[in-house]
C-alpha cells in the first residue's frame, strides 16, 4: 500500500516484471488468463514462476469463466480471481460464480456501457468492484482513462463495496484520477509498460512517487 492506496500492477508475463512491481509497491499481482488479450499467460506459464514470485497476493483475471476454469485457476494457487463479463444475458451465472469461490474472493469486472450504473444483481455477487474503460470490442485494456465521476458517485453510494478503478491510469493522471473518484485501490497496466505485456521499472517507480505526491497534497 502507498500512502494508503491499495495497488494492483496487472498483465504481468514474466518474473522480472513481477520482481519490478513489487519493488515499485503493488499489493496485488495481475496474471492475465484470457487468450484474447496481447498480455496473456496461460496456466502453464503461470505455474512456471509460482514457486518464485514475490509474496504479494495474486490476481487471475479471466472473461466469462465456466466452473472448472475457476477450479484450475484455484488449484493453482490464485488468492483473486477477476472475471470480466458481459451484462447482456442472465445473471445468474454471477451467483455461480460466487458460489464457487466465495464473494470475498471474486472480483467482478462488467462491461458497463458509459450511460449505465453498476446494476444490484452484479454487487451483491461480489465485494470487490472493478471499474474499467468501456471498450466495444473486448473486455478493459483499452488504456483510456475512464469515467471518475462515476466512479465517486458509486463508491459515495455504496461504501460496503471495494471499489477497484482501472483504465488507462499513468504516472502523469493518476494524482487528478486520485483527486476526482476518490479511489483508494488503483489497478495500471499499460500506463507503465514499455510495450504490450512488458513493464518498464521507470515507469513503475514514477508512478509510486506520483501517489506519495497526491497523498502529501491531500493532507
Known sequence: MIEGVRLKVCGLTTLIDAELADQAGADYLGF???????????????????????????????????????????????DFIQVHFRLEGDLARLGGWSERIGPDRLWLAPKLPPAEDVPDDVRRHARHILLDTFHAGGFGGSG???????FARHRAAFPEQVWILAGGLAPGNIGEALAVSGARFVDVNSGVEASPGIKDAAKLRELAAALREAAARGR
Do not use: H, N
Open 32 to 78: 492475465i488468463l484470457y487468450p484474447g488479450s496481447p498480455r496473456a499467460v496461460s496456466l502453464a506459464q503461470y505455474r512456471g514462476m509460482a514457486a518464485r514470485l514475490p509474496e504479494r497476493r495474486r490476481v487471475a483475471v479471466c472473461v466469462e469463466p465456466t466452473g472448472d476454469d475457476l477450479d484450475r485457476m484455484l488449484e493453482a494457487g490464485f
Open 144 to 150: 483510456r482513462p475512464g469515467d471518475w465521476e462515476k
